[in-house]
């Protein structure tokens, strides 16, 4: 149980800043996820605090202590590796029992296997105690990799994308076991992974990294309604957010917004045009997720636009909709039973109230409606 | 003709080829133990059929000192290959894991021993021992065997290293060993098949190397290759006991090779290739 | 501090400077962490550094008179040198040691090579021959060199009695300059031909399966898939086999010593024999030298060359080069 905390992190390999600058702080029992692309910067940020490596610059402390050059034996730290790192010459009961057969964490014989017992128990590979790491699938390799990390009581728990491997289905089942796991823990924990679902489900706040530096950290909410930037817009939701280029302008006191270069403007409300003339922006991309875009087959009115469909996705319960409009694909949620054919003529209409705008020149976030409001009533339904 | 018959003969000639092949490379070894059995008089007058003896063994065993440079091989060979490890394995953990300047520099220094003239080396070393007062010794011997066995060692054990991923030894660590219990206790363990192979290997070269010990010893330190000279250049009849000398030296490396033959590949290449 | 106006006082100074102290050694790296790789491999390259030592002093010591004859000696400078590179018998050492290597060599792989192939078909036939078809490689070549000694031994040879049978009498083996090269070859690839067989089945069997069957699904001939898709991607181990054996054959001293020590007259004195006639023959080591660094020379060259083509192939074989 700890806090963990990073304060201008950087480490550079060959002249290339893995990370740069990152200030990190975790609190005590709570669960983090480190979330972004291959690359990011996430596995080495893990490594940092379990010691592996040392930072170059910036100052790492667990408990309040500076542990920069702290040997990874010393830190009291438990890790699952991506690839697994079971030990191959050990058995599963072995290899869990590993961690506490060392010297700086000895435990007698009798408790570690009431331990491993019971570790095991809990993820359902029981049966397997005695059989060696090249016997196992997938799925269990990744249940004793599990075991081995969870089998102690350590500081910090360090997950590096432990359901990368497994299929969907199996992916799924242990992302729902982690998360009832997770209350039990009782221990912080810090969680690498790239797939969102994964994020948004399991983290208490989420930290988003991309290139080396830490982009933005909140709750789910706070990135899926309020992202920093259009990198992190675009990394939440699926289907992919729509970023549609908008003209801003002010006309006889009202703000107007010209989408896709249509000459109507549509008249943005109160709250969002107070934060475009603090910006002094003129130039948008608007955001607006697949579910807060209206169509219809049928020709419905002056401020919509026609477009013709581009492909038809059914994905399970509802289906993702591609249409362009104006040279451009918008992708839309329809439902299950929805049909149309390629390049059907469809009118589209946005729902500018529920839309995020972004600075076009930069791509950061300026406002969207509501904004304080939205976040209060989200975080209410989560307590 | 029809396929049949074409992929018929490919496999009798083929067959054929390599039964010719096989009868090349294994009569002198069958002959040659043939021979030991014969006595004086029928290893001229016969040739498949006689009567066999254990004379030669005898004389060649007992009579002679022939125990004696067995012995010294031994010796020889087992220190070369003990310091080659000692000092190789964990250079080759070195060169695996770590990155240093001059690295790889160092790593084909190593590497270039096993392709130095041997004359190049003992011309010097000869002049050089016997001011050091370690000629015909056996340290003077397993201290320049460790051309042959070193690169050998060096280079076939970094393969097996480089072979175990780094997160294994990050997990022990974070496990709470210590380097010294990571490397006995996950790592000695897991290159343990290609360091015993590449150990063997290491082994027979040095016990079959001729011009190092012919050079650089004397009275005290003969070996097993060294003392079989005596016998091609001597004009002796005895030929019998010259094939005893010849097969006791040379059987006990056959046998050994069976035993690491499925590392063989590797040690052969040096890590090249992965058999 | 925050933006207080004041100056700091002393006691916050001392306590800032006590602090970046305190910083300052918590994250230094340890030096035992930072010469850890080279502490590892301090007592290899200790070794290593008494190996090198005797190719320093072989430099050295082939620009003087040293002889094993007289205790007193001086430099000459490249006395030794000029005298080797005028000498008749210097260039007539480098033709053998060409000769000696090339003709081996090639055998070798060219026999190795073919042999290999003949074993890539896979039956109880073959798996006993790639175990048993190891043993020439394992004898010491002093004791291959003795065993051919006997068997070619005009009195009780059995290979004297082969060739009665066809007529052929006293075949002079190692006796003659006309047919010691013949022997000694033929002993150096006894040997040594299995070194290339090892190496190139283990090519054949690592090759992928997939490009040959997508051959055969295309309906290439056997001549076809061989010449585009097994010898390209056998190249690195052919390589290998090739430096190894190149390498070894340029020096090698022991079967030519234990055959005939370079006769009959000189048409086996390679550099190697030479450089030990100067040295333990006629006594004058630092003429000898010259000889041996001449063929180190020779070696270095050829395998630097060599080396950049096996790591070509091995590039090629991979794809990534044309």
């Known amino acids: 149980?700890?806090?963990?905390?990073?304060?201008?992190?950087?480490?550079?390999?060959?002249?290339?800043?893995?990370?740069?600058?990152?200030?990190?702080?975790?609190?005590?029992?709570?669960?983090?996820?480190?979330?972004?692309?291959?690359?990011?910067?996430?596995?080495?940020?893990?490594?940092?605090?379990?010691?592996?490596?040392?930072?170059?610059?910036?100052?790492?402390?667990?408990?309040?202590?500076?542990?920069?050059?702290?040997?990874?034996?010393?830190?009291?730290?438990?890790?699952?590796?991506?690839?697994?790192?079971?030990?191959?010459?050990?058995?599963?009961?072995?290899?869990?029992?590993?961690?506490?057969?060392?010297?700086?964490?000895?435990?007698?014989?009798?408790?570690?296997?009431?331990?491993?017992?019971?570790?095991?128990?809990?993820?359902?590979?029981?049966?397997?105690?005695?059989?060696?790491?090249?016997?196992?699938?997938?799925?269990?390799?990744?249940?004793?990799?599990?075991?081995?990390?969870?089998?102690?009581?350590?500081?910090?728990?360090?997950?590096?994308?432990?359901?990368?491997?497994?299929?969907?289905?199996?992916?799924?089942?242990?992302?729902?076991?982690?998360?009832?796991?997770?209350?039990?823990?009782?221990t912080t924990t810090i969680y690498v992974t790239h797939d969102y679902m994964e994020a948004l489900s399991l983290g208490d706040r989420i930290a988003i990294i991309n290139h080396g530096k830490i982009v933005q950290i909140g709750t789910g909410s706070e990135l899926f309604y309020t992202p920093a930037d259009e990198f992190v817009a675009?990394?939440?939701?699926?289907?992919?957010?729509?970023?549609?280029?908008?003209?801003?302008?002010?006309?006889?006191?009202?703000?107007?917004?010209?989408?896709?270069?249509?000459?109507?403007?549509?008249?943005?409300?109160?709250?969002?045009?107070?934060?475009?003339?603090?910006?002094?922006?003129?130039?948008?991309?608007?955001?607006?997720?697949?579910?807060?875009?209206?169509?219809?087959?049928?020709?419905?009115?002056?401020?919509?636009?026609?477009?013709?469909?581009?492909?038809?996705?059914?994905?399970?319960?509802?289906?993702?909709?591609?249409?362009?409009?104006?040279?451009?694909?918008?992708?839309?949620?329809?439902?299950?039973?929805?049909?149309?054919?390629?390049?059907?003529?469809?009118?589209?209409?946005?729902?500018?109230?529920?839309?995020?705008?972004?600075?076009?020149?930069?791509?950061?976030?300026?406002?969207?409606?509501?904004?304080e409001e939205l976040l209060r009533e989200e975080s209410k339904c989560l307590n | 003709m029809n396929s049949i018959r074409i992929r018929h003969i490919a496999a009798v000639t083929r067959n054929f080829l390599l039964a010719a092949w096989a009868l090349f490379a294994l009569f002198p070894i069958f002959w040659m133990v043939l021979i030991t059995f014969k006595s004086d008089i029928e290893v001229f007058s016969t040739t498949f059929i006689f009567s066999p003896t254990l004379a030669n063994y005898h004389a060649v065993l007992f009579r002679t000192n022939y125990f004696k440079s067995f012995f010294d091989n031994i010796i020889v060979s087992t220190g070369a290959v003990l310091v080659s490890v000692a000092a190789g394995v964990p250079?080759?953990?070195?060169?695996?894991?770590?990155?240093?300047?001059?690295?790889?520099?160092?790593?084909?220094?190593?590497?270039?021993?096993?392709?130095?003239?041997?004359?190049?080396?003992?011309?010097?070393?000869?002049?050089?021992?016997?001011?050091?007062?370690?000629?015909?010794?056996?340290?003077?011997?397993?201290?320049?065997?460790?051309?042959?066995?070193?690169?050998?060692?060096?280079?076939?054990?970094?393969?097996?290293?480089?072979?175990i991923s780094v997160e294994i030894e990050q997990a022990a660590k974070l496990d709470g060993y210590t380097w010294y219990e990571v490397f006995w206790r996950i790592l000695l363990p897991l290159i343990k098949p290609g360091l015993v192979s590449s150990a063997l290997l290491a082994f027979i070269f040095a016990w079959n190397n001729f011009t190092f010990p012919l050079l650089l010893t004397s009275f005290n330190v003969e070996t097993v290759t060294v003392a079989s000279l005596k016998y091609i250049a001597s004009d002796t009849v005895h030929y019998g006991q010259m094939a005893v000398a010849a097969s006791v030296a040379a059987l006990p490396e056959v046998v050994l090779a069976l035993i690491i033959q499925k590392h063989l590949v590797r040690g052969l290449s040096f890590g090249a290739v992965k058999g | 501090m925050e933006n207080s106006t004041e100056k700091p006082t002393a006691a916050q100074k001392r306590a800032g400077a006590a602090e970046s102290e305190l910083i300052a050694k918590a994250t230094r790296i340890p030096w035992l962490v930072k010469a850890r790789p080279y502490l590892i491999m301090a007592p290899c390259l200790l070794?290593?550094?008494?190996?090198?030592?005797?190719?320093?002093?072989?430099?050295?010591?082939?620009?003087?008179?040293?002889?094993?004859?007289?205790?007193?000696?001086?430099?000459?400078?490249?006395?030794?040198?000029?005298?080797?590179?005028?000498?008749?018998?210097?260039?007539?050492?480098?033709?053998?040691?060409?000769?000696?290597?090339?003709?081996?060599?090639?055998?070798?792989?060219?026999?190795?090579?073919?042999?290999?192939?003949?074993?890539s078909k896979n039956n109880a036939f073959t798996k006993i021959l790639k175990v048993v078809l190891i043993f020439p490689l394992m004898i010491a070549p002093v004791i291959a060199t003795l065993i051919w000694q006997l068997m070619t031994n005009t009195s009780v040879g059995i290979f004297e009695k082969f060739l009665n049978i066809f007529g052929v009498y006293g075949f002079t083996w190692a006796a003659s300059a006309k047919t010691a090269l013949f022997t000694a070859a033929l002993i150096d690839i006894w040997v040594y031909a299995p070194f290339v067989i090892v190496l190139v089945s283990?090519?054949?069997?690592?090759?992928?399966?997939?490009?040959?069957?997508?051959?055969?699904?295309?309906?290439?001939?056997?001549?076809?898939?061989?010449?585009?898709?097994?010898?390209?991607?056998?190249?690195?181990?052919?390589?290998?086999?090739?430096?190894?054996?190149?390498?070894?054959?340029?020096?090698?001293?022991?079967?030519?010593?234990?055959?005939?020590?370079?006769?009959?007259?000189?048409?086996?004195?390679?550099?190697?024999?030479?450089?030990?006639?100067?040295?333990?023959?006629?006594?004058?080591?630092?003429?000898?030298?010259?000889?041996?660094?001449?063929?180190?020379?020779?070696?270095?060259?050829?395998?630097?060359?060599?080396?950049?083509?096996?790591?070509?192939?091995q590039r090629q074989a991979a794809g990534k080069e044309k």
């Open chain 1, 1 to 186: 149980m700890a806090h963990i905390s990073l304060k201008n992190i950087t480490k550079r390999y060959d002249k290339v800043a893995a990370l740069d600058n990152v200030s990190l702080e975790v609190n005590d029992k709570e669960f983090l996820v480190l979330f972004g692309p291959a690359g990011a910067g996430k596995t080495t940020t893990l490594k940092m605090i379990a010691g592996l490596e040392f930072p170059d610059e910036g100052l790492i402390r667990i408990k309040d202590e500076i542990v920069n050059v702290v040997p990874p034996a010393n830190r009291n730290v438990s890790m699952v590796f991506e690839n697994y790192a079971l030990y191959p010459h050990l058995s599963v009961y072995d290899n869990i029992a590993s961690p506490m057969r060392s010297s700086l964490y000895k435990e007698s014989e009798e408790y570690i296997k009431e331990a491993v017992h019971r570790v095991t128990k809990i993820m359902k590979i029981d049966q397997l105690l005695d059989r060696l790491p090249s016997q196992l699938s997938n799925g269990q390799r990744q249940r004793v990799a599990l075991g081995r990390c969870l089998v102690r009581k350590p500081n910090v728990f360090l997950m590096d994308e432990p359901l990368a491997h497994l299929d969907a289905k199996l992916r799924h089942f242990m992302r729902a076991e982690l998360k009832e796991m997770q209350a039990s823990f009782n």
């Open chain 1, 234 to 371: 675009r990394l939440m939701g699926e289907p992919e957010i729509n970023l549609i280029d908008g003209a801003v302008s002010e006309e006889r006191g009202k703000w107007n917004l010209r989408l896709l270069g249509r000459k109507e403007p549509v008249t943005l409300p109160g709250d969002i045009a107070e934060r475009l003339a603090e910006k002094n922006v003129s130039d948008v991309h608007v955001g607006v997720r697949g579910n807060d875009i209206e169509y219809s087959l049928e020709p419905k009115g002056d401020g919509w636009f026609k477009g013709s469909v581009y492909v038809l996705e059914p994905i399970g319960n509802r289906s993702i909709l591609t249409v362009i409009v104006e040279g451009v694909k918008i992708r839309i949620i329809a439902p299950n039973d929805f049909k149309s054919e390629m390049d059907q003529d469809i009118y589209i209409n946005f729902h500018i109230a529920d839309a995020i705008f972004f600075e076009q020149a930069t791509g950061k976030f300026i406002v969207r409606h509501k904004q």
């Open chain 2, 91 to 163: 250079a080759a953990y070195a060169l695996a894991r770590y990155d240093f300047k001059k690295k790889e520099d160092l790593a084909f220094t190593i590497l270039s021993f096993k392709f130095a003239p041997e004359i190049l080396v003992i011309l010097p070393l000869f002049m050089i021992y016997q001011k050091l007062g370690i000629f015909d010794t056996y340290f003077g011997l397993i201290w320049v065997y460790q051309l042959i066995t070193m690169p050998l060692l060096v280079w076939v054990v970094r393969g097996y290293f480089e072979d």
């Open chain 3, 47 to 119: 070794i290593t550094i008494g190996i090198l030592y005797p190719f320093v002093s072989a430099i050295f010591y082939s620009l003087t008179n040293y002889s094993f004859r007289n205790p007193t000696w001086k430099f000459i400078g490249i006395e030794n040198w000029v005298y080797m590179f005028t000498d008749v018998e210097f260039w007539h050492a480098v033709f053998v040691t060409l000769q000696y290597a090339a003709i081996t060599t090639g055998a070798e792989m060219l026999l190795g090579i073919g042999i290999a192939l003949l074993l």
């Open chain 3, 202 to 313: 283990a090519g054949i069997q690592s090759l992928p399966k997939s490009p040959f069957e997508a051959a055969r699904v295309d309906g290439g001939s056997a001549w076809f898939t061989f010449k585009t898709l097994t010898l390209p991607m056998l190249k690195p181990f052919i390589y290998i086999a090739l430096i190894f054996r190149l390498m070894a054959s340029l020096q090698e001293f022991t079967i030519i010593f234990a055959l005939t020590k370079g006769g009959p007259g000189n048409t086996l004195m390679n550099l190697s024999i030479t450089g030990y006639n100067y040295g333990f023959a006629f006594l004058k080591f630092g003429q000898s030298l010259s000889y041996v660094l001449i063929l180190w020379v020779i070696i270095n060259f050829i395998s630097r060359k060599l080396v950049g083509k096996y790591l070509l192939t």
